[in-house]
C-alpha cells in the first residue's frame, strides 16, 4: 500500500473533511477523493461517509485508524534509521517520560557510551500512552515508564522502589501544589489526604513544579532522589508528618528483542546501580 494513502486517511480524520485535508496536504480536492477511492478498493470496504458538515468515518474506518497509525510510524522511523551511521550494525530506539530523564535516562546513556556498543541511539521524550503504542507498533524498542501495561509478547521488569514525599520550601510553606503523578498516585493522594484532593496550583511535570517551588515556596510531593540534594542543603524540609507513596519505575521492551539487546538492557540497570538477573 503507498503510504501516502494511510497518511492521506489519517490527515482527513484529523482535519475532518476532505477540504480542509486537501489544504493541509497541499493537493487538490480532487487528489484527496481520488487517494481514498483507492485506498477503499484496496482494504475492500468504505472508509468514510460524506455529508454536509464534512466526513465521518464509518465502523470500519473508524478500526482502520490504528492500523494506518501503525504504517505511517513505521515508514517514519524506517526513514529516520537509514542509512545506518557509520561504524554501527543497527539502532536501537529507546523513550522515556519527561520526568525519568533526568538523572535516569541520562545515565543509561552514559552507561551505553561507555560499553563500546556498535548501536546507533535515538532517543524520545513523550507521554505514557504515546511511548506504550510507539512500542507496541515498533518504532521504540525499549521505553522506561512509572506505569507499564501487559500484553502478550511484552517484557516488564521492575527498574526502581522510588518513592515521594511531602517537602516545602524552607521559606514558606504555602500554597500546597499538586502534582499530577498519574492516575494511581491521584486515587492513594485523595485516598490518604482528602483535604489536600483539591489544590489551588497544579502541575502536570514535577521538574517544573519544583523550579517553582524553591522560587516562590510552597509544598507538594516530590521523588526522593530528586529532592534529597535539596534537603540537605537546607532548602526544602521533608515533612514527615505526611505519608509516603511508593512510585516504581519499569522498563518494557518486546520479548523477541531480549537477546538482540542484551547488553543494552542490563547497561539500564548498571545505570540504576541494581544487580540484573538475566533469566
Not at 505511517?72 to 523513550?95: H, S, Y
Not at 510531593?221 to 524540609?237: N, P
Amino acid at each position: 500500500m503507498n503510504i501516502n494513502l494511510a497518511s492521506t486517511f489519517l490527515e482527513i480524520v484529523r482535519a475532518g473533511s476532505f477540504i480542509a485535508a486537501a489544504e493541509k496536504l497541499y493537493v487538490t480536492q480532487t487528489t484527496v477523493t481520488a487517494r481514498i477511492h483507492t485506498l477503499e478498493k484496496q482494504v475492500g470496504c468504505k472508509l468514510f461517509v460524506r455529508n454536509r458538515s464534512g466526513a465521518s468515518l464509518t465502523p470500519d474506518g473508524q478500526k482502520f485508524i490504528e492500523h494506518a497509525t501503525k504504517m505511517v510510524q513505521l515508514w517514519e522511523a524506517a526513514k529516520r534509521d537509514l542509512p545506518l551511521p557509520d561504524g554501527t550494525e543497527q539502532v536501537l530506539n529507546i523513550g522515556a517520560e519527561i520526568s525519568l530523564w533526568s538523572p535516569l535516562m541520562l545515565q543509561w546513556l552514559s552507561e551505553l557510551n561507555q560499553s563500546g556498543s556498535q548501536l546507533a541511539i535515538r532517543t524520545e521524550i513523550g507521554e505514557r500512552h504515546t511511548l506504550i503504542k510507539k512500542l507496541e507498533h515498533g518504532v521504540l524498542d525499549a521505553i522506561v515508564i512509572h506505569q507499564p501495561e501487559y500484553w502478550p509478547g511484552v517484557q516488564v521488569e521492575q527498574l526502581l522502589e522510588e518513592k515521594l514525599i511531602m517537602v516545602s520550601a524552607r521559606q514558606s510553606a504555602e500554597p500546597y501544589i499538586y502534582i499530577d503523578w498519574g492516575e494511581h498516585f491521584q486515587k492513594q493522594h485523595d485516598a490518604a489526604l482528602p483535604d489536600l484532593a483539591r489544590a489551588k496550583m497544579t502541575f502536570n511535570l514535577g521538574p517544573l513544579a519544583l523550579q517553582y517551588l524553591l522560587g516562590n515556596g510552597g509544598s507538594g510531593y516530590f521523588r526522593t532522589r530528586v529532592v534529597e540534594q535539596h534537603i540537605k542543603s537546607g532548602l526544602l524540609d521533608h515533612n514527615t508528618d505526611y505519608p509516603e507513596f511508593t512510585f516504581p519505575v519499569y522498563v518494557m521492551y518486546r520479548k523477541q528483542d531480549k537477546k538482540r539487546y542484551e547488553k543494552e538492557i542490563k547497561s539500564l540497570f548498571d545505570a540504576c546501580q541494581i544487580e540484573y538477573v538475566w533469566s
